[in-house]
């Protein structure tokens, strides 16, 4: 069966949203709401923007150094400011989604990235579509974007597309190891407890290596020895004596 | 199983996958196809670390995995082949404009009423021709003359050129992308432009000057307005997606109509550059024959027509 949707029975816009790949497999998309959608946006404006003034000062100052202005004929100059103008207006947009594969400036600045509905790539002519349907979002967009449960404008419905979060994150630490007893919620806690332990306060960070320690060896003494006998830090103690590279 | 066991067992394949993912362009035959063949073990695995282990390192593992997969290995758009432009052209853009001959119809329709009724306003009301021209265009009308000569006489050629093709391309854009407020701007510039053109014809006709300003007009103005027509009739299908009452999901039906909008365009938009250079270069001059410009305007409006209406033959 082809990729596709699964539109959503739900009116809880907190639900996340999946997609069906292939063999009808759901997949949770983390789609970008307004906000960033918002600041992605502005970011991508305001660069348009310095391009536009430096292009415009730049051709000026090539045509007015070289004098090639005089050379090929009367107004090309400006004829050629008109044309790039024109182009960095329709298709500052569409072509930076095309070249970074569904990423922009703003987009890229704020880890953000446009798929197709069923989160496989989005094509040249969905971004060409979802990019020339933009004046309109201009007056309904935000409206569209905030009530969908995908977050989509209207350009977005018409190409078939939505912009997902797409931030490179810490990996995930995963546990070879487990104490006897613990299940799911435990390791859910002891993995996340690993990942952001080099951002936690010091002291913080320790009390909660005890803990998880002694949580551990409550229903599997001994669990961590032979990690003991390698170092005394709380924190290595848990990574080595659960397996986490 | 247990957690540990599911990491251990399985860990060693998902970062294999990881790898082989990462130097996609790297892979022979036999390597792509292993990567689908891991590609649906990686979502099985997913699926069940969701169900029995979720919210856990290997979860989100996975699921950034499924993700970015996903997006990697499969594209919305079939891929580009050779002579997809020639394809294009010959094929899907006719196909298209044929499928929707009826839509295109009702737009040429809505232009020429409007422009009939913009001939019998200006004929009726003789105040209105100050409001369309302008004071100056109308004392320059009574003298003789017409606003299109200093289109050229002031303004070099080369950015008569770009602007003309710019504005036009600009114009019939709006007008498509107009159709996405229901209608709405495409029906308005569509209309406008159609009362536009019949007032400023009965305008010139009345100081009789109708002869001079279809000498401007005829290289390049049968096939401006028939794209005008059809850019407009491209925003008509966008509103047909959004409101058309249909047995498909809206979703579809707008994805549809915004692909055939888009194919029309693609179609309409490249024929809009030559037309700046008609417009430009031929346009304005009087030394060339009324009887030339005529030939040219209808020529390059028949090869447009000839293409856009193409009857293509399909493999039964």
């Known amino acids: 069966m082809a990729p596709g949707t699964m539109e959503e029975a739900s009116l809880d816009q907190s639900a996340t949203p999946m997609t069906l790949a292939v063999d009808n497999i759901a997949i949770e998309q983390p789609v970008a709401r307004l906000g960033t959608r918002a600041l992605a946006a502005f970011l991508d404006y305001f660069f348009l923007g310095l391009i536009e003034v430096g292009a415009f000062i730049l051709s000026g100052l090539g045509f007015a150094a070289t004098g090639a202005a005089d050379n090929v004929g009367p107004g090309w100059g400006l004829a050629l400011w008109i044309v790039l103008a024109f182009i960095l ?3 500052y947009f569409t072509i930076s989604e095309i070249v970074g594969r569904g990423k922009t400036v703003g987009k890229a600045i704020v880890g953000l990235r446009v798929v197709g509905e069923s989160g496989t790539a989005a094509g040249i002519r969905s971004y060409v579509l979802r990019n020339m349907i933009r004046l309109p979002d201009i007056l ?5 974007l905030a009530l969908d449960p995908k977050a989509r404008r209207l350009g977005d419905r018409f190409a078939g597309t939505m912009v997902v979060r797409d931030r490179e994150s810490a990996p995930a630490a995963t546990l070879s190891y487990l104490p006897g007893g613990w299940g799911p919620r435990e390791v859910r806690v002891a993995e ?5 332990a080099d951002d936690m306060e010091i002291s913080q960070r320790l009390v909660l290596a005890r803990r998880l320690i002694a949580i551990g060896e409550r229903r599997d003494p001994g669990f961590f020895d032979r990690a003991r006998q390698v170092t005394s830090d709380p924190i290595e103690i848990l990574r080595l004596g659960l397996g986490v590279p | 199983m247990t957690y540990s066991d599911f990491v251990s067992s399985r860990e060693g ?7 082989n993912l990462a130097a996609l362009g790297d892979l022979d035959f036999d ?4 990567l689908v063949v891991d590609y649906r073990r990686i979502l099985l695995d997913y699926t069940f670390a969701r169900d029995r282990f979720p919210g856990t390192g290997a979860s989100e593992r996975l699921h950034r995995l499924s993700r970015t997969s996903t997006r990697v290995l499969l594209n919305q758009d079939s891929q580009r082949q050779r002579g997809a432009l020639v394809r294009f052209f010959a094929h899907r853009f006719p196909t298209t404009m044929r499928r929707h001959r009826a839509t295109i119809a009702v737009s040429g329709a809505l232009f020429l009423i409007a422009a009939l009724f913009g ?3 200006a004929l009726a009301q003789p105040g209105l021709d100050q409001m369309i021209l302008g004071e100056a265009t109308i004392e320059g009308l009574r003298q003789g003359r017409m606003w299109t000569e200093s289109l050229t006489s002031t303004t070099p050629q080369a950015v008569s050129s770009s602007g003309i093709a710019t504005n036009n391309v600009s114009v019939a854009l709006t007008t498509w992308i107009g159709g996405a407020l229901a209608g709405s701007l495409t029906l308005w510039i569509l209309l406008l432009n159609g009362f536009n053109l019949g007032a400023v014809f009965a305008v010139t006709m009345q100081y009789s000057m109708g002869s001079e300003l279809a000498d401007f007009v005829l290289a390049h103005g049968p096939l401006e307005l028939s794209i005008v027509v059809v850019a407009s009739a491209a925003g008509l299908l966008l509103m047909r997606g959004l409101i058309q009452f249909s047995d498909r999901p809206r979703a579809q039906m707008m994805r549809r ?6 194919v029309i365009m693609g179609g309409c938009l490249p024929w809009l550059v030559p037309l700046a250079l008609i417009e430009t270069f031929l346009s304005p001059r009087r030394d060339v024959p009324v009887a030339v410009k005529a030939a040219v305007g209808l020529a390059v409006l028949g090869l447009f027509l000839a293409i856009a209406f193409r009857r293509v033959k399909t493999d039964d």
Do not use: C, K, P
């Not at chain 1, 309904?140 to 569209?144: E, K, P, Q, S, V």
């Not at chain 1, 996340?192 to 952001?196: E, G």
């Not at chain 2, 394949?13 to 790898?19: I, L, T």
């Open chain 1, 89 to 91: 207006e329709w298709g």
């Open chain 1, 140 to 144: 309904i967009g935000a409206f569209l």
């Open chain 2, 31 to 34: 390597g792509l196809e292993q």
């Open chain 1, 192 to 196: 996340t407890f690993l990942r952001r």
């Open chain 2, 257 to 262: 109509m915004g692909n055939d909008s888009l």
């Open chain 2, 13 to 19: 394949e998902w970062a294999q996958f990881e790898r």
């Open chain 2, 119 to 121: 001939v019998v306003l």
